[in-house]
């Protein structure tokens, strides 16, 4: 059985008899699709069970990213409260067992629901209940104190929004590969109408059912917190709202998995929202321009990593389709804002 790329087999084996004696060997390691960043593989154990292993993507990734001490420590924080998340198992600092640090954690059973693909073998009677866990598990993530579960030093409460656009300005100039001067309209004008913030909470980042294990109506575990900090937490919503894509409306790449109809439409989600947490919405569409603005950026820097040849499935990704995804959340960005 060939082992996949990013994995030391014998070192990493070696390692899990030390620091995972549950996980019988021996241990085959089997790459999951769907991630374009963190590259995140199920380890299948000799006795049938399964774990999850973490590690950064290959090669050379930007400093801010990827860290995998602190993602290991948000879902160990999270963990503790009824926010539902893979259960923490082990840390691996030592770069010299796979040339860089790496993760375990529970292997959960369920569907990911990366487009409408995926979504339409869902029963259309646990479409609405999985709508609404959506929101309350969103709602009671952003009502966790961080200093009660270990978080409190995970970043900066304050001025969240003025440090993302000075982050993903500082990273889209690193990661870009053409000139898109609607990136820096955006982003002036986001800087410009930047509202007050209120309140601070753990903001996961990536919160969309693509990132979520699901099952039977109800939310299995959240996956992907990379991107998580401490901040505004309306960030969130309006980055649930760009993902929550009605069946005729227009995506970026594939199809979300909402379009696969029978979901709560974008109103429901944001009351079920606002009568959880007791937040003022009215800013959504700013928060829904920022998000777009963010994931572009984001995006190009995939695609300056899928350029250099250093993500596991290079060969089988059309570059040109991630250009078109950047220019589709930018131009969806200025229309939020009526830039242009």
Same mark, same amino acid.
């Given at each position: 059985?060939s082992?996949?790329?990013?994995? %030391? ?11 995972? /004696? ?9 790459l ?34 990827? %860290?995998?001490?602190r993602?290991?420590k ?19 600092a030592?770069?010299t ?5 790496? =993760? ?22 646990e479409r ?16 966790i104190? /961080? %200093? ?33 001067p609607?990136?820096?309209e ?34 299995v ?17 309006g980055y649930?709202m ?8 227009q ?12 979901f709560?439409?974008?109103s ?5 929202y606002?009568?959880a ?8 569409? =700013?928060y829904?321009?920022?998000?777009y ?5 984001i995006s ?19 570059t ?6 950047? %220019? ?7 229309e ?5």
């Open positions: 059985m082992v996949p790329p990013g994995i %030391d087999a014998a070192a990493v084996s070696e390692w899990f008899a030390a620091h995972v /004696p549950q996980a019988a060997q021996p241990l085959r390691f089997e999951i699709a769907g991630g374009h960043s963190n590259l995140t593989y199920r380890v299948h154990c000799a006795d049938g069970s399964s774990v999850v292993l973490r590690r950064p993507p290959l090669g050379h990734v930007l400093a801010t990213a990827h %860290d995998m001490g993602e290991h948000i879902i160990s924080g999270v963990g503790q409260t009824d926010v539902p998340v893979p259960r923490a198992i082990a840390l691996c030592d770069e067992v796979n040339e860089a640090p790496f =993760y375990v954690m529970s292997y959960e059973d369920g569907a990911v629901l990366h487009s409408a693909d995926e979504s339409a073998l869902v029963p259309e009677a609405v209940p999985l709508s609404r866990r959506v929101a309350d598990v969103l709602a009671a993530l952003h009502a104190e /961080p %200093d009660d579960v270990g978080l409190g030093d995970l970043g900066r409460r304050e001025d969240y929004l003025g440090r993302q656009l000075r982050r993903w300005k500082r990273q889209w100039e690193q990661s870009k590969t053409r000139e898109l609607i990136m820096d955006v982003a002036a004008e986001l800087e410009a109408r930047k509202p007050a913030q209120v309140g601070s909470a753990i903001v996961h980042g990536d919160y969309r059912l693509g990132n979520m294990i699901s099952g039977s109506g109800d939310i575990a959240v996956l992907d917190w990379e991107l998580c900090t401490l901040g505004d937490p309306m960030a969130d919503v649930l760009n993902n929550w894509v009605l069946p005729d409306e995506t970026a790449g594939t199809s979300a998995p909402t379009q696969a109809g029978g709560a439409s974008r429901e989600m944001l009351d079920w606002a009568d947490s007791g937040r003022d919405l009215s800013q959504v569409d =700013y829904r321009a920022f998000s603005w963010r994931l572009a950026a190009e820097g995939v695609l300056n990593r899928y350029l250099r040849g250093v993500m596991a499935d290079a060969e089988e990704t059309d040109d389709q991630f250009r078109e995804n950047v %220019d589709f959340l930018s131009t969806s960005a200025a939020r804002l009526a830039v242009r």
